[in-house]
């Protein structure tokens, strides 16, 4: 699976980015630390999923919006350090398949392991 990471906190890219790149059935395609490098680097590269941090800039419901455009439609998981149930449905709304959380309790290599092996009938 090719994916593209997004986050504008270093930390947590260089983590995303080197979850991603140490499984075998990943190629990490664009490291971007922001919606606007994420849309571009979608459209050139066509990566089959992307983890996009909502908490960063150009990267809320209109970047969703955008990125349910691009064909092939990647697979669009929305990261959050507190995803409300409002900004949730929000995004999922405007084209996201899945927002999940960052935090403690929901790490980050959980979210690469949804992305690549999402469980059956329930998306990532």
């Known amino acids: 699976m090719r994916i593209a990471?997004?986050?504008d906190?270093?930390?947590v890219l260089a983590a995303l980015a080197a979850l991603v790149g140490a499984r075998r059935?990943?190629?990490l395609v664009a490291r971007c630390t922001d919606g606007r490098q994420l849309l571009d680097a979608t459209?050139?590269?066509h990566p089959d999923a992307v983890i996009v941090d909502v908490g960063m800039p150009d990267s809320d419901v209109p970047l969703m919006q955008l990125l349910a455009r691009i064909e092939p439609l990647p697979l669009i998981v929305a990261i959050?350090?507190?995803p409300t149930s409002v900004i949730r449905r929000r995004l999922l709304a405007a084209g996201a398949d899945a927002v999940l959380q960052k935090a403690v309790d929901d790490p980050?290599?959980?979210v690469v392991e949804r992305v690549t092996h999402p469980r059956?009938?329930?998306g990532p």
């Open 5 to 7: 990471v997004a986050d």
């Open 9 to 11: 906190d270093p930390l």
């Open 25 to 27: 059935d990943c190629e």
């Open 43 to 45: 459209s050139r590269l």
């Open 80 to 82: 959050s350090g507190h």
């Open 108 to 110: 980050l290599a959980f």
């Open 120 to 122: 059956p009938g329930t």
